[in-house]
């Protein structure tokens, strides 16, 4: 029988690969959590916060991040926020088990229907944005989060990215070249003018991590993939990555960890990120005059309107 390397006691039924340790479920939880605390204690990433509102999808990591830092005892106020962004066969789930793993946790979950917007992500995928669908999306996300957090007078708004994307991210942005994502992608982001400060706890975890731990504590999510997703560059670049990570293991750890300590330090001496103004149509933050997110609204209209 294999025996956990920590208490040496119960049977190892936990691997985490780049380790090569195996944990008992136990002890695995409490890895996990620890690595959380730790990567919040690290960043500072709770320095004034008595409110933080934490994004939850209805996926593994969210599901993950919301129960680790209910778990942890951190004395500050938890606010989850889900934002039903209308995606057909989808979107439906994800609002389900959010409202599912709020419960479960006991804590009071914040709706956002992009319905009532007039336009929805789904209708996206109709547009000529329909290939710019995922990047589109993603500005209607971090509009929203912050939005809504600074509503809820939240001082931080903490997101489920872990190792995996923001690994994702970074190969995609040193392989062409982007020093705006180099200089911009940190653990923490304070805050700025309207722009609520952004956490990413789980960013030391891998995606593989998040999902057993999320399974050991049988949280509620879905695994239902966004139908708009499916064989995006993102995806294949993740394939493509894990590849690299199965030759060389702690590949995806040593990525990061360059980045933050050589890397970004230097991209953010050196790019030269834009004034943040207010959007002329809705007075959120932007750098331009008209923000993204107004951009893909009218650009979605539009279409509706033709
Ligand atoms: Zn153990
Ligand atoms: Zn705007």
Known sequence: MRVCRHCGSRAGEVRVGYARMWLCRDCFTRFFERKVRRTLEKYRMLKGVSRLAVAVSGGKDSAALLAALARLELGIELAPIHLNLGIPGYSSECERKARELAEHLGLRLQVFKLEEEGFTVGMLGETRLRRRACAACSTVRRYWLNRLARELD????????????????????????????????????????????????????????????????????????????????????????????????????????????????????????????????????SSQEVCGYCRVKSAVRAYLAS
């Open 154 to 285: 939240a001082q931080a708004v903490a997101t489920g990215h872990n190792l995996d994307d923001t690994v994702e991210v970074l190969f995609n942005a040193y392989f062409t070249g982007d020093l705006e994502t180099i200089a911009r992608l940190k653990p923490a982001l304070p805050a700025r003018g309207k722009l609520v400060a952004r956490i990413k706890p789980l960013i030391a975890l891998t995606e593989e991590e998040a999902l057993e731990y999320a399974e050991i504590l049988e949280l509620p999510f879905t695994s239902v993939k966004c139908p708009l997703g499916k064989g995006s560059r993102s995806l294949r670049r993740k394939k493509l990555i894990e590849t690299i990570a199965e030759e060389v293991p702690g590949y995806k750890h040593t990525f990061l960890s360059a980045h933050l300590r050589v890397f970004q330090p230097m991209a953010e001496e050196h790019a030269e990120l834009g004034e943040l103004g207010e959007c002329r149509l809705c007075g959120e933050p």
